[in-house]
Nanobody, 124 residues
């Protein structure tokens, strides 16, 4: 079992930055690859970024590539999403999630555990 709790969301002006954190509990945390997804009102959940402890591999949605950075600290059991150059279209609830290795990183259904999410609002 893995429990995930996000923090760091808030209101920011366009062009600003936020750093989201995902704190995990559970002995087998490092056995899972991690991802961030977001969901805006009236829209489907979409993949944002993924991180693999094995080789520290990262993946990004085209819409955030070059602006967002995913990273992790295994010792602290935390995964981060650094978001720079934020745009109003980045406004959404952001959730972190954990998946087993060997599954597709950009499919929400690949993920077994989800946090409750943190709201990010970017004003124009």
């Amino acid at each position: 079992q893995v429990q995930l709790v996000e923090s760091g969301g808030g209101l920011v002006q366009a062009g600003g930055s936020l750093r989201l954190s995902c704190a995990a509990s559970g002995r087998t945390f490092s056995a899972y690859a991690m991802g961030w997804f977001r969901q805006a009102p009236g829209k489907e959940r979409e993949f944002v970024a993924a991180f693999s402890w094995s080789g520290r591999t990262t993946y990004y949605a085209d819409s955030v590539k070059g602006r967002f950075t995913i990273s992790g600290d295994n010792a602290e059991k935390k995964v981060y999403l650094q978001m720079n150059s934020l745009k109003p279209e980045d406004t959404a609830v952001y959730c972190c999630a954990a998946r087993s290795y060997g599954t597709t990183y950009y499919y929400p259904r690949s993920y077994d555990y989800w946090g409750q999410g943190t709201q990010v609002t970017v004003s124009s």
